[in-house]
């Protein structure tokens, strides 16, 4: 029997939604044995040196000037990418994917970013005739995801699916799903064999992370935490960025047996699973990671946009708090010492209510456009 084929196509800008496209690959394996997938991150494949010029621009342009960015982002908030800019993505980045699409010959295309859904959409309009599913990675909708070409939105939470009905998207398009994260994060895994593996001691832990891009360089944050080394132990985890991992190397305040520093690693539901607090930035993917583990989360700094949003949803559902001061990391500290059972329970009773976030219910939905493809194939 030929197998059915799902291209993924996501964009480097965040390390999150390439994660996404990863995460259904695996779900839509794991559902389905008939099911051949192969994700790319599109700008990045077809155009490889222009790609990295813009991301790196970009993470400079989020880093220094989040004003500009914020701004960028509620000024467009509900519009839609305009004909002249897909156009102009099309041809200064992607002139060769209707070729790629030909050459791969999908089933089902799903996009995991909003550019590559644009791209996607535009090519429909000119006669492709394949289902785009666009996954939106946040617990927002910005206007840019929005396209009438798309076949199915999976969206985080019934907020943003109103979110997309009030901008006039039919509701028979959109199926609230949850985010998809790599089935890993569903597992439960022995604490014992973990800390085994990566040298860590069975005592109240903090998990700190920047995201894929290691944007976590909070000073005031890291040194409080820092000064708690004698009573918890401190995991911070570096992502891609190898300079601020190689300072904090060489800072004398981090050299203890109770701090651990990683770089990339594809282990983090491990790593969540023996953390008893996640200090982050609140990217739609980690947090939604997060919320699997049932680990309570403290907002760092969230970037312009997208991250305050999700940001504002966790916290208006008890799943995390925005670090608004010092006290909020010391009071956090003091649960952990002085009232561990208790944040124990906590965490078991979230993790006893997100069964409606069901591991497979995005690809679940994939595979239903499959099924109908293959219907209208030989109808």
């Known amino acids: 029997m030929q197998k059915q084929r799902v291209l993924l196509l996501s964009e480097g800008f965040g390390a999150g939604h390439t994660q996404a496209a990863y995460a259904l690959s695996s779900s839509l394996r794991k559902t389905s044995p008939n099911v051949q997938t192969k994700v790319l991150e599109l700008g990045s494949f077809l155009n490889p040196r222009v790609a990295p010029l813009i991301i790196t621009a970009y993470k400079k342009t989020v880093s220094s000037q989040p004003r500009l960015v914020r701004m960028m982002y509620r000024s467009n908030y509900k519009k839609s990418l305009n004909r002249f800019t897909t156009l102009a993505l099309h041809r200064l980045f992607y002139t060769h994917t209707t070729q790629l699409i030909r050459q791969l010959h999908p089933d089902v295309i799903v996009c995991t970013h909003p550019i590559p859904s644009a791209v996607i959409s535009r090519i429909k309009r000119l006669g492709l005739d394949v289902p785009?599913?666009?996954?939106?990675?946040?617990?927002?909708?910005?206007?840019?995801?929005?396209?009438?070409?798309?076949n199915c939105y999976l969206v985080s939470t019934n907020l943003v699916k109103e979110k997309l009905l009030d901008r006039g998207v039919d509701s028979s398009k959109i199926?609230?799903?949850?985010?998809?994260?790599?089935?890993?994060?569903?597992?439960?895994?022995?604490?014992?064999?973990?800390?085994?593996?990566?040298?860590?001691?069975?005592?109240?832990?903090?998990?700190?992370?920047?995201?894929?891009?290691?944007?976590?360089?909070?000073?005031?944050?890291?040194?409080?935490?820092?000064?708690?080394?004698?009573?918890?132990?401190?995991?911070?985890?570096?992502?891609?960025?190898?300079?601020?991992?190689?300072?904090?190397?060489?800072?004398?305040?981090?050299?203890?047996?109770?701090?651990?520093?990683?770089?990339?690693?594809?282990?983090?539901?491990?790593?969540?699973?023996?953390?008893?607090?996640?200090?982050?930035?609140?990217?739609?993917?980690?947090?939604?990671?997060?919320?699997?583990?049932?680990?309570?989360?403290?907002?760092?700094?969230?970037?312009?946009?997208?991250?305050?949003?999700?940001?504002?949803?966790?916290?208006?559902?008890?799943?995390?708090?925005?670090?608004?001061?010092?006290?909020?990391?010391?009071?956090?500290?003091?649960?952990?010492?002085d009232n561990y059972e208790e944040v124990v329970r906590k965490r078991q009773e979230v993790l006893d209510h997100i069964d409606r976030y069901h591991p497979m219910g995005s690809a679940r939905v994939i595979i239903e456009l499959l099924e109908q493809t293959k219907k209208r194939m030989f109808s």
């Open 132 to 150: 785009l599913c666009t996954v939106i990675t946040d617990y927002d909708a910005h206007g840019t995801w929005i396209s009438r070409e798309v």
């Open 175 to 337: 199926r609230v799903t949850g985010i998809p994260v790599h089935p890993n994060f569903w597992e439960r895994h022995s604490k014992e064999e973990i800390r085994t593996q990566f040298h860590l001691k069975d005592m109240p832990t903090v998990l700190v992370m920047g995201g894929g891009w290691g944007f976590m360089k909070d000073e005031a944050v890291n040194s409080l935490l820092a000064s708690y080394r004698d009573k918890i132990q401190i995991i911070f985890c570096f992502g891609s960025n190898k300079k601020s991992m190689q300072r904090m190397e060489e800072d004398e305040r981090f050299r203890h047996p109770n701090i651990h520093l990683f770089g990339f690693t594809r282990e983090i539901d491990k790593l969540m699973e023996v953390s008893d607090l996640l200090v982050t930035k609140p990217g739609g993917m980690t947090c939604s990671e997060g919320l699997a583990k049932g680990i309570p989360m403290l907002f760092h700094k969230p970037l312009p946009g997208q991250e305050e949003e999700n940001s504002q949803y966790f916290a208006s559902q008890g799943w995390g708090t925005p670090i608004t001061s010092l006290d909020v990391i010391t009071n956090w500290v003091h649960q952990l010492t």
